[in-house]
């Protein structure tokens, strides 16, 4: 069993910052990468960002310049700093992480319930 908790989201004036958590727990044997989602009303989820154990990331064209992924391997978290914000950003924002439990032999995705990001002024 896993869980992804989000934290972070809120209302925000455009222009302004919000910095979203999410720590996954549960029985994880290891991570293969983390990343965010999103979703605006009416419309398909997108990716914004994803983070590899590795370091490596990738950002939507949207976002580039703005926002920043980073995260604790060891804590089996990963953090979006979000900054002028716009409010086309707006959404609910979903955690996702690709991990493998100590209890199977194959990396599997999991997502968080998601948290609301509204900018608005």
């Known amino acids: 069993q896993v869980h992804l908790v989000e934290s972070g989201g809120g209302l925000v004036q455009p222009g302004g910052s919000l910095r979203l958590s999410c720590a996954a727990s549960g029985s994880i044997f290891s991570g293969d990468a983390m990343g965010w989602y999103r979703q605006a009303p009416g419309k398909e989820r997108e990716l914004v960002a994803t983070?590899?154990?590795?370091?490596?990331?990738v950002y939507a064209d949207s976002v580039k310049g703005r926002f920043t992924i980073s995260g604790d391997n060891a804590k089996n978290t990963v953090y979006l700093q979000m900054n002028s914000l716009k409010p086309e950003d707006t959404g609910v924002y979903y955690c996702?992480?690709?991990?493998?439990?100590?209890?199977?032999?194959?990396?599997?995705?999991?997502w968080g319930q998601g948290t609301q990001v509204t900018v608005s002024s």
């Open positions: 996702t992480a690709i991990l493998r439990l100590t209890t199977t032999v194959s990396y599997d995705e999991y």
């Open positions: 983070l590899t154990t590795g370091g490596r990331t």
